[in-house]
Every structure is written in structure tokens, then in C-alpha cells.
């Protein structure tokens, strides 16, 4: 019998309150897509963890942004968003190699 993946409810809350953090600094509406992952880097030089935070804004055409918070997902903090006049910086164009 297979079983579902146990939720952690931790992670989870802070998965949430980066969302909603991303929506408010980059004035994103409710329906807007925000994905916030943690993933281990195993690079040399690379921190254990990250958290990677992605989303999509519709202004004309659908673009993906993205960015990463060099820590876990737990000790991320509103202030570790870039600043809003800094969201075309992180606009996601597929050109890059994943390092940073």
C-alpha cells in the first residue's frame, strides 16, 4: 500500500509566509503563482541549503522570475527579498546555468 509524504506543518508555514511575503514586495494579486523550494546544493563553495523563490507576473505576457536565499527555507526573512525596483533583475529567462 502506498502512503502520501508526511506534510511538515513547519516547513510548510514558512513556505507560506514567503508567499505571501513575495506577493506584497513585488505587488502580486492572490491568484499569482509563488513556489518556494529548498534544495541542497552540493557544489563546492555552495551553502548546504538554499531556498529558491519563483513566480510568475502577468504585465502584458506571463514572466517567470527568479531568485535564491542562500539559507534554509526556515531562516529565510522578509528582509532577505530583494527590493521591488530590483524584480527585472531577476527576471528568469532560461539562460542560466542554475549556479546562483
Known amino acids: 500500500m502506498l502512503r502520501s509524504p508526511r506534510i511538515d506543518k513547519a516547513r ?3 513556505s507560506e509566509r514567503i508567499q505571501d511575503w513575495t506577493r506584497a514586495r513585488y505587488g502580486l ?3 499569482a503563482i509563488v513556489m518556494v523550494t529548498e534544495i541542497r546544493c552540493g557544489m563546492p ?3 548546504p541549503l538554499e531556498t529558491v523563490i519563483a513566480f ?3 504585465a502584458g505576457e ?3 522570475y527568479r531568485y535564491k536565499v ?3 527555507i526556515a531562516e529565510v526573512v522578509e528582509d532577505d527579498l ?3 525596483w ?3 533583475a531577476m527576471i528568469d529567462d532560461g539562460s542560466s546555468d542554475g549556479c546562483c
Open 82 to 84: 530583494p527590493p521591488r
Open 86 to 88: 530590483y524584480k527585472v
Open 62 to 64: 506571463l514572466t517567470r
Open 45 to 47: 563553495g555552495c551553502p
Open 70 to 72: 542562500f539559507k534554509p
Open 12 to 14: 510548510l508555514e514558512c
Open 56 to 58: 510568475w507576473d502577468e
Open 29 to 31: 494579486d492572490k491568484a
